[in-house]
């Protein structure tokens, strides 16, 4: 490289190295200036050298800088003058401004080529100084730098992209441009050296470019594919984060809602509670109060009930139990949970048979009573005027076909938009913030009732609803009509008393709570029992083989010894009596480890009067079957 050159390339490297400064954005002009009026002297020169009457000692100085080092070190000058003018920014100058530098590497690379295969043409004239290797190579990387100048267009954006283009071509393209360089000069080199001649030089050159080419293909390919996988992988785990996010958003909302839903029936529960207790109070409004509080718990229990439910079906820990029932009773009764709400809201409440139904089927009471309670409540609540409906219909089985219940609730609220409606069955899932706010409710209620009507075998489906005109649920189930009992003759009127008493029986209370412990006594007492407590399963054991029990009434869950470890330590040392067990918990492995215990029944709380007498009698009963 001769030193003219030389200072050529140092000062556009220094417009280079300034011009994206936009406090130096002009003072790199100069350099670019500089360098543009010396190439273009020379060039003009060299030119028309015959035309000015130059003789050959006059272009000495011409002869120390080549035509192409000139050309490719003008256009990056250009390049330069153009990147710092302000009308850049529009694409036919950003285009021109790549146009000129990929010129400048054409030429520095044409040189290296010509080097290669010795083609003085392409490096230089025969009687002037060519672009010398040290000169070729600078052009070329100072004509890169310059093309990273910008490089959110054309063909660096193009190859500085993150997607598979610009993969591509980062690792094929640019690896098929530089490998026939590199397999020339090999091939140059062994034929200088005699170690190829030309013809075979031609066919080697071919076939390792083909191989080459190929090899580059297979890498980038896997590499591709490696990448493709990756962004799969990538774009899932965006998805689930998304999902994720979007889930935790709902929960949040789900237990801000679920903590109005609990605390809304407890202000009431302790607000009746609280008037109960005042002297001033007139009976029929104390009576009122315990009613409308009595309500309230209902509520409450039905809400945690849901929750316990929505976790068993996520766990596929539901169960279905089938027993015979009443679906009119049923259906009656849920009627009589909402009759109080409906009439003050001066609703029409409509129970109706739509045919001849059986007196009785079989199917899942408990789940049926949990839909249509959810169903109805909905429909109670967000219904300000006009009616509530409940209409039974059933089609009874053939041979081939079983027989199906169903049963429609409609009223004439405020229906549900068209765009919500796909989402309705989807857990936490509420139409609207406002409707929220202003109706209250959980978000789990036609999830869970969806997905206990799929575990029966039926549907529950959206059969229709407008805005502000109103909705209609449908519920449709498999049952089967349960045959009719032979008709026992009625009980004399001291008989049913006898039935519903518990005179003469010695009940062993074990509770830790207080508060339950002089309930269910109160329940107890008040059917004739004789009732004494424990506080704990040790006290209670003591008490219980010290003493003559007719049964055992056992909470599970107590401090120093639990009611499980009391009930085994009660049978192995011999204890004969029925034990029930007195649980929060619902589930069948609770039941199963009551039972396995020793336990002869599991009831869960809240438990009402009528339901405790029940088991108890019914666990007597077995008592005496068993004992010889």
């Not at 009732?449 to 189930?477: D, H």
């Amino acid at each position: 490289m001769v030193p003219l050159t030389a200072l050529l390339i140092i000062t556009l490297s220094l417009s280079n190295a300034i011009i994206k400064l936009d406090q130096f954005k002009f003072i790199s002009r100069l350099p670019a200036f500089f360098v543009v009026i010396v190439t273009t002297s020379i060039l003009v020169r060299f030119l028309f050298s015959d035309l000015l009457q130059i003789g050959t000692y006059d272009f000495k100085l011409i002869r120390l800088t080549s035509p192409q080092s000139c050309m490719a070190i003008l256009v990056m000058a250009l390049g330069h003058l153009l990147y710092s003018a302000k009308t850049f920014l529009h694409s036919s100058s950003r285009s021109l401004f790549q146009a000129l530098n990929i010129t400048a590497l054409t030429i520095s690379a044409l040189a290296g080529l010509g080097y290669v295969y010795s083609i003085t043409t392409l490096f230089g004239l025969s009687q002037y100084v060519g672009m010398s290797i040290p000169t070729a190579v600078s052009v070329f990387f100072l004509a890169l730098l310059s093309l990273r100048l910008d490089p959110d267009y054309g063909v660096v954006r193009a190859f500085s992209q993150k997607n598979s283009a610009g993969f591509f071509f980062r690792h094929f393209l640019l690896g098929s441009l530089v490998a026939p360089f590199v397999i020339a000069g090999l091939i140059r080199w062994a034929e200088t050296h005699k170690e190829l001649n030309s013809t075979y030089g031609m066919a080697a050159f071919v076939f390792f470019t083909l191989c080459s080419t190929l090899i580059l293909g297979i890498a980038t390919a896997r590499s591709l594919e490696r990448v493709e996988k990756q962004k799969i992988k990538l774009n899932l785990q965006a998805v689930e984060a998304s999902k994720a996010n979007e889930g935790g958003k709902l929960r949040d909302k789900f237990l801000a809602n679920m903590s109005h839903e609990v605390r809304t029936p407890l202000t009431a529960i302790l607000g009746y509670l609280d008037f109960i207790d005042e002297p001033s109070i007139k009976n029929e409004d104390r009576l009122d109060f315990t009613r409308r509080a009595k309500r309230s718990a209902k509520t409450l229990l039905r809400v945690l009930d849901d929750i316990l439910d929505l976790s068993k079906v996520g766990a596929d820990r539901l169960k279905v139990t089938n027993t015979t029932f009443s679906i009119l009773e049923l259906a009656q009764d849920v009627v009589s949970q909402y009759y109080l709400q409906a009439k003050e809201k001066d609703l029409i409440f409509e129970l109706k048979i739509m045919n001849e139904i059986p007196d009785r089927i079989i199917a899942d009471a408990n789940r049926i009573q949990q839909i249509l309670t959810n169903l109805v409540s909905n429909a109670v609540k967000f219904t300000e005027k006009g009616y509530v409906r409940i209409w039974i219909a059933f089609r009874p089985g053939t041979n081939s076909l079983r027989s199906w219940l169903a049963i429609d609730v409609s009223d004439t609220g405020i229906g549900i938009p068209r765009d919500a409606q796909s989402h309705l069955f989807q857990s936490f899932y509420q139409v609207d913030d406002s409707i929220t706010r202003k109706f209250g409710g959980s978000g789990i209620g036609l999830a869970l009732s969806e997905n206990l009507a799929q575990l029966m075998g039926g549907r529950l489906f959206l059969k229709a609803s407008k805005l502000n005109i109103g909705s209609v649920f449908c519920l449709s189930l498999p049952c089967e009509p349960a045959p009719n009992p032979n008709p026992a003759p009625p009980a004399p009127e001291q008989n049913k008393k006898k039935d519903s008493s518990l005179a003469g029986l010695n009940i062993l209370l074990v509770d830790d709570n207080i508060d339950n412990q002089f309930l269910i006594s109160h329940y107890l007492l008040n059917a004739g029992a004789l009732v004494e407590t424990a506080e704990n399963g040790q006290v209670g054991v003591s008490s219980a083989l010290a003493g003559t029990y007719s049964l055992i009434l056992m909470d599970i869950q107590m401090p120093i010894m639990d009611g499980l470890n009391a009930t085994r330590l009660l049978r192995q040392n011999g204890f004969r009596a029925p034990i029930i067990a007195l649980s929060a918990h619902a589930s069948d492995e609770h039941r199963k480890a009551s039972l396995g215990a020793g336990c002869n029944a599991h009831t869960v709380k809240p438990i009402e009067k009528a339901e405790l007498i029940r088991v108890i009698h019914g666990c007597l009963e077995k008592s005496k079957e068993l004992t010889p």
